[in-house]
């Protein structure tokens, strides 16, 4: 059974951060790429960032780009979402996701494998 499972989410104040990792399991992920989305209360789904299968590319939404970094480790079939200078807007259920293809993109239709959401929760 193929699993995508999210740790590392939490409470922390503005200014903070935090380090998400998504471990898989049932299949190697290494030809694909992964990816991050978040979704808020009331609000869609959106991108956050995504790394190709080999790690050597990686694409940012505008609103997290130079504040999160996307990293991946497919010797044990892991990806990492490093997150600084957190803002309350931050604020989000984040999925972990793998891409149909080697290569990231941002929509939610090109994800075929989610994980089941860890709660990040800024404070002001």
């Known amino acids: 059974q193929v699993q995508l499972v999210e740790s590392g989410g939490g409470l922390v104040q503005a200014g903070g951060s935090l380090r998400l990792s998504c471990a898989a399991s049932?299949?190697?992920?290494?030809?694909?790429?992964m990816g991050w989305f978040r979704q808020a209360p009331g609000k869609e789904r959106e991108f956050v960032a995504a790394?190709?299968?080999?790690?050597?590319?990686?694409i940012y939404s505008s609103s997290v780009k130079g504040r999160f970094i996307v990293s991946r480790d497919n010797v044990v079939n892991t990806v990492s979402l490093r997150m600084i200078s957190l803002k309350p807007e931050d604020t989000a259920v984040y999925y972990c996701?793998?891409?149909?293809?080697?290569?990231?993109?941002?929509?939610?239709?090109?994800?075929?494998?989610w994980g089941q959401g860890a709660q990040v929760t800024v404070s002001s």
């Open positions: 049932g299949r190697s992920f290494s030809g694909n790429a």
């Open positions: 790394i190709s299968a080999s790690g050597g590319t990686t």
């Open positions: 996701a793998a891409h149909r293809d080697p290569w990231p993109s941002r929509s939610t239709n090109d994800y075929v494998y």
